[in-house]
């Protein structure tokens, strides 16, 4: 199978550690990553993905366009960062030395300009400091 993964959630993917919104969208996040870690492979999307999944009902943040910005963002940092343009429909590799790449910039704050106005901005830049030793997305 493949996993629909939005652009800024490729940037959240690098700094995950087990919180989220509620129980069910954290237990929903660990098979996904899983399933990453295990090799499987990612396809971007625009709009609501596998992660947002458990967050549609009642209207939740994901389906707002402040989202849909975020993503634009996220895809033009990591379009440059690549090298390549990517769009809705691209495979994207995360191979244990994609993630390391990507991981790098993130610490870097190359790639964090989506992350701006992100209630979890702070963990995540706490989990870049700390080397990313407590992510559990380690790439396939």
């Avoid at 994609?98 to 190359?110: E, N």
Wanted: charged share 20%; with cysteine; proline share 4%.
């Amino acid at each position: 199978m493949t996993i629909r993964l939005r652009a800024h959630h490729l940037l959240c993917l690098l700094t995950y550690v087990g919180r989220g919104y509620t129980p069910a969208f954290v237990a929903h996040y660990e098979r996904v990553v899983a399933r990453l870690n295990a090799g499987e492979e990612a396809i971007l999307v625009e709009g609501p993905d596998e992660i947002c999944a458990p967050m549609l009902e009642g209207g939740h943040h994901c389906l707002k366009p402040r989202i849909a910005a975020r993503d634009a963002q996220a895809l033009a940092a990591l379009s440059a960062l690549t090298g390549n343009e990517l769009v809705a429909g691209a495979k994207v590799p995360l191979t244990t030395a994609s993630v390391a790449r990507l991981r790098a910039a993130f610490a870097a704050g190359t790639i964090r300009r989506a992350c701006e106005a992100c209630q979890w901005s702070p963990l995540c830049s706490d989990v870049a400091a700390s080397g990313f030793t407590a992510a559990r997305f380690t790439g396939g």
